[in-house]
Nanobody
Framework: QVQLVESGGGLVQTGGSLRLSCVAS????????MTWFRQAPGKEREFVAAIWFRDMTYYADSVKGRFTISRDNAKNTVYLQMNSLKPEDTAVYLCAARASTIARPTVRTGDYNFWGQGTQVTVSS
């Protein structure tokens, strides 16, 4: 089992920045693919960013160039630095984990075994 706890959400104006954190426990952190998803009201949960084998990263087109995912294995933590935020980034942001593979991680929610509770990000216009 893996437990995930997110933090760092809040209210920010358009163009502002936030850094989300997700602390994992219960399994060797370095062996996990760590991914951020988000879900806006009335919409499907969508992939945002992932970090996996040898710290390779992958982003949704909608956040590429604005968001950066990183990890600190010593702290069992994955981060999502979000810059140039837009109102359409408003959502609950959820951290997810699965066993790491060499291949680029899936963006399908059903392929992730472990989920956090989420942290709310609201971007005002």
């Amino acid at each position: 089992q893996v437990q995930l706890v997110e933090s760092g959400g809040g209210l920010v104006q358009t163009g502002g920045s936030l850094r989300l954190s997700c602390v994992a426990s219960g399994r060797t952190f370095s062996s996990l693919t760590m991914t951020w998803f988000r879900q806006a009201p009335g919409k499907e949960r969508e992939f945002v960013a992932a970090i996996w084998f040898r710290d390779m990263t992958y982003y949704a087109d909608s956040v590429k160039g604005r968001f950066t995912i990183s990890r600190d294995n010593a702290k069992n933590t994955v981060y999502l630095q979000m810059n140039s935020l837009k109102p359409e980034d408003t959502a609950v942001y959820l951290c997810a984990a699965r066993a790491s593979t060499i291949a680029r991680p899936t963006v399908r929610t059903g392929d992730y075994n472990f989920w956090g509770q989420g942290t709310q990000v609201t971007v005002s216009s």
